[in-house]
């Protein structure tokens, strides 16, 4: 079972990971962006993790609804609605349960991943973080690890689509080749799933 202790863990790998990798995260976005995105979430998890400490909430879904709020008020970019909805919705869905199953988790982290997709319109092959988002929870049913492989297999295979979503769609065919900087970020937020599991 995964309690609140997890999902705080989960928080603070994350924010460890996007520290050590906001350059590359904003290196990806400089010819496709407006390179800000490892600056973007770099602020935001920062911020996730000290209201997490000043708040400490006692549920996985009190754990993840905040740290969404605190995306969505902290980021400015496109990325902090979305990643903020993201852990809002799958904080919603996991409800004021004191302890969750790994299954539990996998349906509430696809209501986030859904509503990701309903807020930004983004259909799976639009070069976004829903490319890593999507292969992820397909295989949370194998477990954590081999989520975390099918996020990073996601976010490679970005690299020759065409972007169709937000701002690297405005390069038309000039955003074939590059990986999405979301996506890659994705395979950050999924591989410190697996890292807070101890995998
Ligand atoms: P901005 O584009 O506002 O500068 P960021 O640079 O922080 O924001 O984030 C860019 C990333 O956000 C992209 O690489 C892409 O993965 C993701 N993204 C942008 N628009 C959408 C969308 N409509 N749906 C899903 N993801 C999106
Ligand atoms: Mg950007």
């Known amino acids: 079972m995964l309690d609140a202790d997890f999902f705080r863990r989960w928080m603070t790998a994350t924010a460890a990971s996007v520290e050590r990798e906001a350059d590359r995260l904003t290196a990806l976005d400089s010819p496709i962006g407006d390179a800000d995105h490892g600056s973007n979430l770099r602020r935001g998890f920062a911020a996730v993790t000290a209201t997490l400490e000043k708040e400490a909430p006692d549920t996985p879904g009190g754990v993840l609804t905040l740290a ?81 492989t099918a996020a990073e297999e996601g976010a490679v295979a970005t690299t020759p689509l065409q972007a169709r979503k937000g701002r690297a769609s405005y390069l038309g065919e000039r955003s074939i080749g590059h990986q999405d900087p979301g996506a890659t970020s994705s395979a950050l937020l999924v591989a410190a799933l697996a890292e807070a599991n101890g995998d």
Request: proline share 4%.
């Open 68 to 148: 969404g709020r605190q995306l969505i008020s902290t980021v400015g970019g496109a990325s902090g609605p979305l990643y903020g909805t993201l852990l809002r919705r799958t904080g919603k869905a996991l409800g004021d349960a004191s302890e969750v199953s790994e299954a539990d988790f996998a349906a509430a982290f696809r209501t986030g991943i859904e509503a990701v997709t309903t807020l930004g319109g983004a259909a799976p092959g639009d070069k976004t973080m829903v490319d890593a988002l999507l292969p992820a929870v397909d295989a949370l049913g194998d477990g954590f690890a081999a989520a975390r």
